[in-house]
Nanobody, 123 residues
Framework: QVLLVESGGGLVQAGGSLRLSCATSGLTFSSYAMGWFRQAPGQGREFVAAISWSGGHIYSADSVKGRFTISRDNAKITMYLQMNSLKPEATAVYYC????????????????WGQGTQVTVSS
């Protein structure tokens, strides 16, 4: 059984930082590209960032570039999202996702999703 478990969310003031983690089990982590998404109240799910299995290819939404950093530790089978200079509009449930890929690419066709972790940024 594949499990993706997000953690690290919480309440933070604007300008603060949080580090999200996505712990995985039941999959060969180094064969999966990974991604972070978020969903604010009343809105659709939004892409945040993605990373290939080696970490050599990284993509981020324009809205978070320069402030959010995606990374992964294949030995710990965990992905991270370092979020700095947080803004109130970052308030959302953050989800991690995994996609099985044959090469070191990101295809944005995710096979598994976590349950999400709430991030709330107060102004």
């Amino acid at each position: 059984q594949v499990l993706l478990v997000e953690s690290g969310g919480g309440l933070v003031q604007a300008g603060g930082s949080l580090r999200l983690s996505c712990a995985t089990s039941g999959l060969t982590f180094s064969s999966y590209a990974m991604g972070w998404f978020r969903q604010a109240p009343g809105q659709g799910r939004e892409f945040v960032a993605a990373i290939s299995w080696s970490g050599g290819h990284i993509y981020s939404a324009d809205s978070v570039k320069g402030r959010f950093t995606i990374s992964r530790d294949n030995a710990k089978i965990t992905m991270y999202l370092q979020m700095n200079s947080l803004k109130p509009e970052a308030t959302a449930v953050y989800y991690c996702a995994a996609e099985r890929v044959e090469r070191d690419f990101v295809l944005y066709e995710y096979d598994y999703w976590g349950q999400g972790t709430q991030v709330t940024v107060s102004s």
